[in-house]
Nanobody, 123 residues
Framework: QVQLVESGGGLVQAGGSLRLSCVAS????????MGWFRQAPGKEREFVAA????????SYAGSVKGRFTIARDNAKNTVDLQMNSLKPEDTAVYYC????????????????WGSGTLVTVSS
């Protein structure tokens, strides 16, 4: 069993930065692929970024590529999402997710989900 807790959300002006963190419980963290998804009001949940168990594979949604960076620290059971040059359209609840499959980290077919952290970007 893995529990995921996100933090770091908040209100920021367009062009600003935020760093989201996700702390995972459980000994198997280092074996899981990790991902970040987001859901804006009235919209479906969408993929943001994914990282394989050892950090060797990373993927980003086209809308965030070049602005967001995903990284993990298996010693600390954490995965972070550094978000720069934020835009109003980045406003959403951001969810951390964990699972056995890297492809699942991209498709959203994952075993574990956090409860989310709200990011609001003002124009």
């Amino acid at each position: 069993q893995v529990q995921l807790v996100e933090s770091g959300g908040g209100l920021v002006q367009a062009g600003g930065s935020l760093r989201l963190s996700c702390v995972a419980s459980g000994r198997a963290f280092s074996s899981y692929a990790m991902g970040w998804f987001r859901q804006a009001p009235g919209k479906e949940r969408e993929f943001v970024a994914a990282i394989s168990w050892n950090g060797g594979s990373i993927s980003y949604a086209g809308s965030v590529k070049g602005r967001f960076t995903i990284a993990r620290d298996n010693a600390k059971n954490t995965v972070d999402l550094q978000m720069n040059s934020l835009k109003p359209e980045d406003t959403a609840v951001y969810y951390c997710t964990a699972g056995a499959s890297y492809s699942g980290a991209i498709s959203g077919s994952m075993n574990y989900w956090g409860s989310g952290t709200l990011v609001t970007v003002s124009s």
